[in-house]
């Protein structure tokens, strides 16, 4: 039988007793529901849907897997209605409701990447900074690296990474682990120190009044304006930061891959360090969106995109590899497994960091 | 007509079109569920719950208010299952399930006192701290005002501040905006700078195996060894802050006004500032929880606890207030309106900071 290792991390409902997570990591679900007459299981454990039994006494209720030790969205359907799973306190938020989801976190038998362990912690900042480029109050979550206090005489590198749609600025550190991974990195000497800076990758949020016709690439373009006028501005004044090309990457996830390789690749100005996660690239227009690569050679330290195999933005990613190629632009087109998930985002940060600013 | 008032909060789901907020502040709640038989509406708008009525799409809807501009937590229950309302993306979490709930903000025609504002804002930070007493790794979430770092040679004074049953060390800057509180309080000049400390109020975590037999008490217990040996030597080693007893103040709502009075008051030698907000106080207990007052009033600069008339914890505070009086600790018991929510501790948070440290 398996040992199960426990992440200690008190602060947060990392163990609950719903879903039952087993020795042998198979999982069941239950829901208590006499009067409901339908429930069905989605999650990343999964391809499609799993239909819940109804006992006596009205619980619902499936057991899946074993399932590899890993951390998973998944949402029950309860008459129609796709929601949460009411007796897990872990939930997943996020910009808009589409991406409500319950959390299970199988753990293994030993530590994880991206679990809590007894090393260094750095720590989380959460600014509310005023966006003169688009008048308004935004929020701003920055990772400060173990140390940082201790070594007043130091400067850090920054990396600008950026969430996917229907995110905002507290997914890296709530889903993508991105402090843990790098502490992780850093005891075990794996990675350089720096700040991770991580703002809100809207120019125009869900939800809010818009411009009539105003699309994705007014989007962009006003999220770019931020980043450049306001989020660099304001890194580079409360902390102790490089400020030169070669001590800042920018990366991002989904939506977030398609802004950091856009900004990116039209800042090196800016930028030595370019990397896109899942990117969200539109490849009829990369001659357009990609018109400045002259110099990028010489100028780019890393030019690196992931995506897997399973995830339907793979295509897009593998036509930018060879629109690239074309171009005779160096890059590294990291063909992974895996889908559309945190699964695969929390390991490409764990492939990158260790090639940062080095 | 009244003008709503937009907190251009762009960094979190402030608006969104689920519920609908009509000029008039009556709102209306939605579900699009054509399978279902029956869909309630709960909230702290509502005694009790309304069903909601379906049209011939299969979408249900209930209208309520006009409603007081607030920030309410409300709740679906669909075909006999309490869930979120799928539709909205601002959602409340804690350390339990029992604590899930949809958040509704109704803005009013002028900035609340807890609404983002043009002010200078304070920042928030997230600590991962090895707990030596609870040998474990837990989180600590502090606010620092704004000023802190323009001002390297300043110390500033510490509020302890707790959180409740089922919510974790999050809940004071998601749900209580104690950020936005103490930013637009400096800014009228109507408190004093402080740092306010917010550690994961639990000593025996909610879903975590617990030794057999371990209740509140020891609960509490270890909560106080946590935030003596470890929290309070964390910050005053990481921070430029205050040490005296005149300098630290301990509140807390609920369960946490319970532990900060608790731990308040049996240590005078630590704290001049002591406030409880909705306490969970145990009468029959009072004169063995509170053995050591003497010499109370010549260490106490502030003793302060409030509860709302509608709260059923309300008695437990006025027999608190009547036990002082015989004991002769002189006292403020604030008897407000309200119940057991966040809209009276985000209130009181607002009445207790102008008084601290004065």
Request: charged share 20%; proline share 7%.
């Amino acid at each position: 039988m398996t040992r199960i290792f426990v992440p200690l991390l008190l602060g947060v409902a990392a163990i609950w007793a719903q879903p039952e997570i087993a020795p042998d990591r198979r999982v069941t679900f239950r829901l208590d529901a006499p009067k409901t007459t339908e429930v069905s299981l989605s999650g990343e454990f999964l391809k499609g849907s799993v239909s819940l039994g109804k006992n006596d006494s009205g619980v619902w209720s499936v057991t899946v897997g074993p399932l590899e030790p890993e951390i998973y969205n998944y949402n029950f359907t309860i008459d129609g209605v796709k929601t949460i799973d009411p007796a897990n306190p872990n939930v997943k938020t996020g910009s808009t409701p589409s991406t409500i989801a319950s959390i299970l976190d199988v753990p293994g038998s030993t530590p994880r990447f991206f679990d809590g362990q007894p090393v260094p912690h750095g720590e989380i900042d959460t600014h509310w900074y005023h966006s003169n480029s688009l008048h308004a109050l935004r929020r701003l979550t920055v990772y400060v690296p173990p140390g940082y206090a201790r070594q007043p005489q130091a400067r850090y590198p920054v990396l600008y990474l950026f969430h996917g749609a229907n995110a905002d600025e507290t997914a890296w550190t709530r889903f993508g682990r991105v402090n843990l991974i790098l502490d992780n990195l850093l005891a075990a000497r794996k990675a350089k120190p720096f700040v991770v800076a991580m703002p809100f990758g809207y120019g125009l949020p869900p939800g809010f009044p818009r411009p009539a016709g105003a699309g994705a690439a007014d989007n962009a373009a006003l999220f770019s304006r931020d980043l450049i006028e306001d989020v660099i501005p304001f890194i580079e004044s409360q902390y102790r930061v490089e400020t030169g090309r070669d001590q800042r990457a920018i990366a991002g996830l989904s939506m977030g891959g398609g802004e950091s390789l856009g900004i990116g690749l039209n800042h090196l100005e800016l930028f030595s360090w370019v990397a896109g996660f899942s990117a969200a690239l539109r490849p009829d227009s990369f001659a357009s969106t990609f018109a400045n690569l002259e110099g990028a050679n010489q100028k780019l330290k890393l030019l690196w995109f992931g995506c897997g195999s399973d995830d339907s933005l793979f295509a897009a990613s593998k036509r930018f590899s060879e629109f690239l190629t074309r171009r005779q632009v160096k890059h590294v087109f990291y063909e992974s497994s895996g889908a559309h998930t945190w699964i695969v985002w929390r390991r490409y940060l764990n492939e990158l960091a260790p090639m940062l600013f080095r």
